[in-house]
């Protein structure tokens, strides 16, 4: 149904997946466009999850007036429809869960019931949906490396695909994690700092498939301050420990003259850093194993196998350093 007020349609629907017959209580929503979305909910069972949510629908049942709406009361809520939908659907579903574990865009689409959930101290719940959260932000560099791999090949089996459709969208994860879950936030806002600042999630005409981008809207001011700082910090780390390697004194010791080569490299690993501002791939992608031969970038064979083992050892134990150090590249500001 739809009505016209103020010369704006407005669209009355009751929840297609939501709306019970037999339930004692309604719950109106509205979304930004006015749009109303009403819910037929059974008291009893939002009561078994969660006293507080029964509490704030019934506050005071020694007052009897209250609006009706299909003949049975009815109670407003400021969440959108959508967010409201999935939320509910968590408590009445239980064993079918509203939102797919491995969803790429979990975090924005999550961060409304995940909201509700607190409010209404739905501990399981909110575990629920930060379990899906943390899978893609794991705390180790190993985890990192998975998910990056795992991004890679859902982009390769899916042609039509762009890295946005397969892999999380940071500010949306950034919003999450401030308020739910912060240990995960410095390797968020590396992601971020990786990113060219104007990538538009989603948005990439011309782009190659696997460009990423930003929901510029939700990054606050403290945000972009945050991670212009942090890609300053990291790119001094990264000069400040290729000079404390002293890689351009470097000794062979079979008398190689792989000197020059991993002088070579030194130079490729700067520029691709600066190129992509992607500190742990780079690194990983300049091991010696992973370097392609009759690139322009480095002529690999020409390092004897001890200075190789040496500078992926080199190279393997500054990634660590680097990831280890993720948290002090973005304090609190
Ligand atoms: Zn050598």
Redesign the pocket.
Known sequence: MSVDSDDVCINITNDPDLYFPDGNLVILTRDREGNHTYFRVHQSILSKHSKALSDHIFPDSSNPVREIYDGVPLVEFQEDPRDLNIFLKFLYEPFAAPIQRGDPDIAFKMYGPLKLADRFLIEPLKDTILSYIREDWPLTLNGWDEREALYSRRLQKSQKCTMDDVAPEPASVIRLARKFEPRILPLAFYHLTRLPVNATYGQHNQAPRHARGVRGHLLSPADREKAALGRERMMRWVADRMEALMLDTWQ???D?G?TLHIYWRVVVLHRLVMRTMDVLTTLRSMRSHKVERGTSDVVEDA??N??NARWDQTLNEARHNFFDSLSSFFPDI
């Open positions: 062979c010791k079979g190689e792989c390092v004897c001890d200075c």
